[in-house]
């Protein structure tokens, strides 16, 4: 049921919404879906513009040094994440490439403006959660005591929606689940703005600025 899921996500153009593009062999950076200021005060816009412009951009041009000349170089973001997972002997691709997936994502989860769940994911929600103030719930849980640097995900996993964290540059693309929306929990996030204190960047972010739409999308509803 899970690979029909991420195959109906290809199809529909959910591969390059995500993630920077290809473009005669090089990835791209693609541009803020918002302007660097417009999630204040939760996110600044130095925040936003180290965040996206010097490790967003360093995943990216990093990932174009290390599939120069493959194979890989012709292939999409999500596809060079999947061919290299688990593979010792391409680690820096997998990391680079999956970090640079994973921002580009993570971009794309968030908005500036008023957003909601379409009715089937609301649906979705009831059912998995009981309410969307309980899966807010388990997304904050999730995200602030995740140890170390990390993610933590709405998927879609099996056909139900779970909440989970991954490590580092992992990624549910690399576990086979569809990913939904995620919250970033690296430092880099948010430690100019709030040090130390996590939890106040990931309810900020949970109470202001989710892109409920982009969920939606993603599960293939309008």
Do not use: C
Request: glycine share 6%; net charge negative.
């Amino acid at each position: 049921m899970q690979t029909q899921s991420h195959e109906r996500g290809a199809a529909v153009g959910i591969i390059a919404k995500r993630a920077p593009t290809v473009a005669t062999g090089q990835f791209e950076l693609a541009p803020l879906p918002y302007s660097e200021d417009a999630l204040e005060p939760v996110i600044s816009a130095n925040t936003l513009r180290i965040h996206y412009g010097k490790h967003h951009r360093g995943y990216v041009d990093q990932l174009n040094k290390l599939v120069a000349g493959t194979p890989l170089a012709d292939l999409s973001l999500e596809e060079v994440v999947l061919a290299t997972v688990g593979n010792p002997k391409q680690t820096d691709i997998f990391h680079n490439a999956a970090q640079a997936w994973n921002h580009a994502f993570y971009w794309r989860s968030l908005t500036p403006k008023s957003s909601v769940a379409s009715a089937a994911l609301k649906a979705r929600i009831d059912a998995s959660f009981g309410s969307a103030e309980a899966l807010k719930k388990e997304l904050a849980a999730a995200a602030t005591t995740h140890f170390g640097s990390g993610w933590a995900w709405l998927v879609l996993d099996d056909g139900k929606l779970k909440v989970v964290k991954t490590d580092n540059a992992q990624t549910p693309l690399a576990e086979h689940m569809e990913p939904l929306l995620t919250i970033d929990v690296w430092e880099h996030a948010y430690y100019l703005d709030f040090q130390n204190r996590r939890a106040d960047y990931v309810s900020g972010v949970l109470d202001n600025f989710i892109n409920w739409e982009f969920a939606s999308e993603n599960l293939g509803t309008e």
